[in-house]
């Protein structure tokens, strides 16, 4: 019997460690190597992984990388090499794009096109899912165990964390309650939490949903400043209180509240994005800046729910057509789209037209 955790377990070890700045070890077959989110690197740190004997290299995304100038040999990143000169802020300035227009000549920037790239991208993808900028300082290690033992550190294996990387989590309905509300006293809140430590959904349901029939549904992702500070950049709060009144008014529905704000990026590097467009870039743009795609959020995770509550058929409320491809290709028939068009101002009408123009949003 063994109480050491799994792969999964490491990899949400691996994710906490990262977002708090402690270095984490990736091994693969001849290669080893000592990650560090850029984000959380320290000026300690960086000069220790300085004093290591291999070759260090800030890992980018393409789209980051496109900013930059930089190649991206590796199709999907860029592992860009640190000259000896460099210093903390210069690696900083690779990963934070918020001083990209004060000193917009970086460069030029040499990318690294031979060997091994599964370890950055494995690096990439947990600041990603660490809700930090995703960049990483990656630095060849020799003795990689000894280093991770006498270090303490977390170790993967690409062999054992490529296979569940993008893999859907299993999820756990851990408890319900009656929530009586302003739409409907007959209201019930489900919290499911993931087998892999990532956030917890939310099922908020609306009467007593008929589950032999198509089911008012709204997949409504997390948006701190619209839901709760009435933030009028965005029309998510209109979005969320309208989808709650209608399902108030028609008697029953179900409104899955997803955690995944900011298209998926989280809620620092949302207000990075909102820093941006201040900045002259329109929302799609701010991302790519950052480093991501245009969105980055799994709407798998709503089907997901949806079986575990017993309903495989909605009328989805919604604008967007990812969602209803989505739902029909994990199994939820969509019979009808109800469309929400709530909530446009003057402050965001120029975001509204990005998601027609550039994420094909029917409004």
């Known amino acids: 019997m063994s109480f050491a955790p799994d792969t999964s377990e490491q990899i949400a070890r691996a994710r906490g460690d990262l977002r708090m700045g402690v270095p984490i070890v990736i091994i693969a077959e001849g290669l080893a190597v000592l990650v560090q989110a850029c984000e959380t690197l320290t000026p300690a740190r960086v000069s220790q992984a300085r004093d290591l004997s291999g070759k260090t290299v800030v890992a980018v995304t393409a789209r980051r990388a496109e900013t930059l100038k930089a190649r991206a040999y590796d199709g999907d990143l860029a592992r860009i090499v640190v000259p000896s000169d460099a210093d903390f802020r210069w690696i900083l300035a690779l990963a934070d794009p918020s001083a990209d227009l004060r000193t917009p000549m970086k460069g030029p920037f040499q990318s690294m096109r031979d060997g091994f790239a599964d370890t950055h991208r ?141 298209r998926g990026i989280g809620l620092a590097n949302k207000m990075r994005a909102y820093s941006l467009q201040d900045q002259g870039f329109d929302t799609v743009e701010a991302n790519h800046r950052l ?73």
């Open 122 to 262: 494995i690096a990439l993808q947990l600041t990603k899912d660490a809700r930090l900028l995703p960049s990483a300082l990656i630095t060849d290690l020799d003795n990689a165990v000894d280093f991770a033992v006498q270090n303490n550190l977390t170790v993967l294996y690409t062999s054992l964390v490529i296979p569940l990387l993008g893999k859907p989590a299993h999820y756990f309905d851990v408890v319900h309650a009656r929530l009586p509300m302003e739409v409907s006293d007959t209201g019930q809140l489900h919290v499911f939490r993931p087998d892999d430590g990532g956030e917890e959904h939310y099922a908020i349901i609306v009467g007593t949903p008929d589950r032999t029939a198509p089911v008012l549904t709204r997949l409504h992702s997390a948006c701190f400043t619209g839901d709760l500070l009435g933030s009028l950049k965005c029309d998510c709060g209109p979005q969320l209180r309208g989808a709650l009144t209608q399902m108030g008014q028609q008697g029953a529905g179900v409104l899955l509240y997803l955690n995944q704000e900011g």
């Open 291 to 363: 480093g991501f795609e245009d969105d980055e959020r799994d709407f798998r995770i709503g089907a997901t729910i949806l079986k575990k509550l017993g309903m495989t058929q909605v009328r989805l409320l919604t604008n967007n057509p990812v969602k209803i491809e989505m739902m029909q290709k994990t199994g939820i028939t969509v019979a009808e789209r109800v469309p929400l068009k709530v909530g446009e101002n003057h402050f965001n009408r120029a975001y509204l037209q990005t998601k027609t123009d550039k994420s094909g949003h029917l409004l």
